[in-house]
């Protein structure tokens, strides 16, 4: 059974960087694509990012200035770098398994994490 | 990208068959045949129910089914069951090569 967990910190200060890693166990990163998908408080799911386990990546055109998504196999984590937050990206934030059936394009996320809660305040 | 529309609320009684709509455009919903549903109980992370307008992973009951015409999505659940009252968001993949999700749609089981 997949299993992924986030982890980093609770609260950052608004104008840091907020980085968030994700452990999967229960199965190797390829050939997968690895996903973060944010939701802020009351509202809907937002996709963020992917990265293929051979870390090409594809970002959100709204946030893509501000991301960077990376990969480490040999830990099976891989991480999300966020910078310049603001209020607005308070938020869960999820790790997701993409699925691209043999194909090239994400297709759906079959796995979740549990989410972790980030509060950006001063 | 902007999501991709869906109806904030439907409602129905036990037993009872809903349908609960995504509209997109031609570059993402009405482009591929990529369109995915899932699931989300309060506090809990979304599950995957529909993959690719129409497949079912393993485990999902078969009262969930999917369709697509055009540039519109739809996710049907019939034989309506309490466990079933949760929000519901359709994704699609986009000619971005990027995902997008629909804003939700809250079901409530009368």
């Known amino acids: 059974q997949v299993q992924l967990q986030e982890s980093g910190p609770g609260l950052v200060k608004p104008s840091e960087t907020l980085s968030l890693t994700c452990t999967v166990s229960?199965?190797?990163?390829?050939?997968?694509?690895w996903s973060w998908i944010r939701q802020p408080p009351g509202k809907g799911l937002e996709w963020i990012g992917n990265?293929?386990?051979?870390?090409?990546?594809n970002y959100n055109p709204s946030l893509q200035s501000r991301v960077t998504i990376s990969v480490d196999t040999s830990k099976i984590q891989f991480s999300l770098k966020l910078n310049s937050v603001t209020a607005a990206d308070t938020a869960v934030y999820y790790c997701a398994r993409g699925r691209a059936y043999g194909g090239n394009s994400v297709r759906s996320f079959d796995y979740w994490g549990q989410g972790t809660v980030v509060t950006v305040s001063s | 990208q902007s999501a991709l529309t869906q109806p904030a609320s439907v409602s129905g009684s036990p037993g009872q068959s809903i349908t609960i709509s995504c509209t997109g455009t031609?570059?993402?919903?009405?482009?591929?045949?990529?369109v995915s549903w899932y699931q989300q109980h309060p506090g809990k992370a979304p599950k995957l129910m529909i993959y690719?307008?129409?497949n079912r992973p393993s485990g999902v009951s078969n009262r969930f089914s999917g369709s697509k015409s055009g540039n519109t999505a739809s996710l049907t659940i019939s034989g309506l069951q309490a466990e079933d009252e949760a929000d519901y968001y359709c994704?699609?993949?986009?000619?971005?090569?990027?995902?997008?999700f629909g804003g939700g749609a809250k079901l409530t089981v009368l």
């Open positions: 229960g199965d190797s990163m390829s050939p997968y694509y």
């Open positions: 031609s570059s993402d919903v009405g482009g591929y045949n990529y």
């Open positions: 690719d307008v129409s």
């Open positions: 990265i293929y386990y051979s870390g090409s990546t």
């Open positions: 994704s699609s993949y986009t000619s971005s090569s990027g995902v997008v």
